[in-house]
């Protein structure tokens, strides 16, 4: 009997052990936040639950993987992409949408020296892929541009690629492609919902820049093409902008230049001490035959990533090939300097003035239609990579990709149905929601239940959170006060 029981009490004590886990267990999970258990607010929003675009690492980051980071760099035109454009609760009115756009795909700047140019064909031909169902279309309306109002020498640009032969830097028929989809993509979600632009719609509601380069043009016009409700080209008015990081009239700023030339200090140090990179630069310079000093002069990751984001053999000599292993080292090289720029903070200081102009003309225009003034509901810079990475940086969203072709940062500015006075932001990166990773609005996703950022914060950002790294008051004394 003693056994019997014994052997009674066991079991009941291992079933009775069995059943406290099961209910402790949720309870432990939950006490660690394995298990989001938030309350729902009145609003029907859980404030928890919005989704994290890039969480927080609770391990080691994974080791680089530079063939898929080089990958999305490419952004080749395949599936349907996801985007959270257009989000927010039911009783929020959208009242402009501004948006930043990196030129798409294009042939590249530079030439590795003694060897083949890639062969790309940049001229467009529907049949080809990659290819968009607008893209015929496309084509016979930029044939048809001369109504079309340009600043200063954007009229002598070609409205659209039509090399049979790419030449150096010019868009290619992924290019356009991609930002047809770009355009597509945010007319559904800004168009067809919410109705930003109607059919009647007036030059005076649309703000469109770009820099004087052929692919940032022909970028900007591939994505109105297909974002418009008519694309009209008595009501298209392009803006030209000399200043690659869009400074305008705001561009004497020496600090920017001093802490730009500090960068580029930190990117030469940080080369010249990895040995894998200069091993690979001499083997190369040996298939090449030329000096190693001018092979890395020619900048060969420019050229070996339209190789690879083409699926083009990379270029082969009578010495030998630039193979795959060639452009792993380079490419590892380059993330892990935007890795150790991001540690470093000499690029963010001068991302925050070199973005400051621009920030502050976008600021200045959210303020105007918040206050009931009749502005431009869609605005569209059209520009590039160095244009792109200091806004990102200078607003602290420090775990985004370096711009992809055709990478797009949009602002939205929503208007509280309930309280018609208060108007909030979101900005997303790629389709992602990335507000509250800015600096200035991470706080306040701790304590709110809506998923966006109330204005007056990217307005306090702007006009003056930005420069007190500098110790300054305005944008005028950070750009000439030394640092201690």
């Known amino acids: 009997m003693a056994a019997c029981g014994a052997a009674s009490q066991t079991a009941w004590s291992y079933k009775g052990k069995q059943k406290w886990r099961m209910i402790l267990f949720p309870i432990f999970l939950i006490l660690v936040h394995l298990i989001p258990v938030n309350p729902i607010k009145e609003d029907g929003l859980n404030p928890k639950s919005r989704k994290r675009i890039m969480p927080d690492l609770l391990t080691e980051p994974p080791a680089i993987d530079p063939v898929y980071e080089a990958r999305v760099y490419c952004n080749i035109p395949t599936i349907a992409e996801r985007s959270m454009e257009g989000h927010a609760p039911h009783y929020f009115k959208l009242v402009s949408v501004q948006v930043l756009i990196r030129h798409g795909d294009r042939y590249p700047l530079y030439a590795i020296p003694k060897t083949k140019r890639p062969d790309i064909d940049c001229t467009l031909q529907p049949s080809r892929k990659p290819s968009h169902p607008q893209l015929e279309a496309f084509i016979k309306h930029m044939s048809k541009g001369s109504a079309a109002q340009m600043d200063g020498t954007l009229s002598s640009l070609p409205r659209y690629p039509s090399h049979s032969f790419c030449e150096m830097g010019e868009l290619t028929q992924t290019g356009v492609v991609q930002h047809l989809r770009n355009g597509q993509l945010l007319r559904e979600i800004y ?11 007036t030059a005076k509601q649309l703000y469109l820049e770009t820099t004087g380069k052929s692919r940032t043009l022909q970028s900007a016009l591939a994505l109105l093409y297909s974002f418009l409700p008519d694309f009209d080209w008595k009501k ?8 690659t990081i869009f400074c305008s009239g705001s561009c004497d700023c020496p600090m920017r230049n001093h802490y730009l030339e500090e960068e580029q200090r930190r990117q030469y140090s940080l080369r010249v001490k990895n040995n894998d990179l200069e091993k690979i630069y001499v ?52 993330l892990e300097d935007e890795r150790e720029r991001q540690e470093k903070k000499l690029y963010f200081l001068y991302a925050l003035l070199a973005t400051h102009p621009l920030l502050n003309q976008t600021v200045n225009r959210l303020q105007r239609i918040a206050e009931g003034k009749k502005e431009e509901v869609f605005v569209l810079y059209s520009a590039h990579d160095v244009t ?43 389709g992602a929601d990335v507000t509250f990773q800015t600096s200035f609005c991470k706080d306040y996703y701790k304590r709110s239940s809506k998923p966006m950022c109330p204005l007056e914060k990217f307005v306090s950002f702007v ?22």
Not at 463 to 484: E, G, H, I, Q, W
């Open 388 to 430: 792109l990475s200091p806004v990102l940086s200078a607003l602290g969203i420090t775990e985004a990709r370096f711009p992809r072709f055709a990478a797009r940062l949009v602002f939205e500015l929503w208007q509280d149905g309930k309280r018609p006075k208060e108007h909030f932001i979101r900005i997303l990166y790629n």
């Open 236 to 243: 298209i008015y392009m803006r030209h902008q000399w200043s």
């Open 463 to 484: 006009k003056r959170d930005m420069f007190l790294v500098f110790n300054s008051t305005s944008y005028y004394d950070a750009c000439r006060r030394r640092p201690l």
């Open 191 to 201: 168009i067809n919902k919410h109705k930003l632009l109607l059919s009647d719609w």
């Open 283 to 334: 083997d190369m310079a040996k298939i090449v035959g030329i000096p190693t000093r001018q092979l890395r002069a020619s900048n060969p990751i420019d050229s070996l990533l339209c190789y690879f984001c083409h699926n083009v053999s990379f270029p082969c000599t009578k010495t030998g090939c630039i193979g795959m292993e060639h452009f792993k080292v380079i490419k590892r090289h380059q």
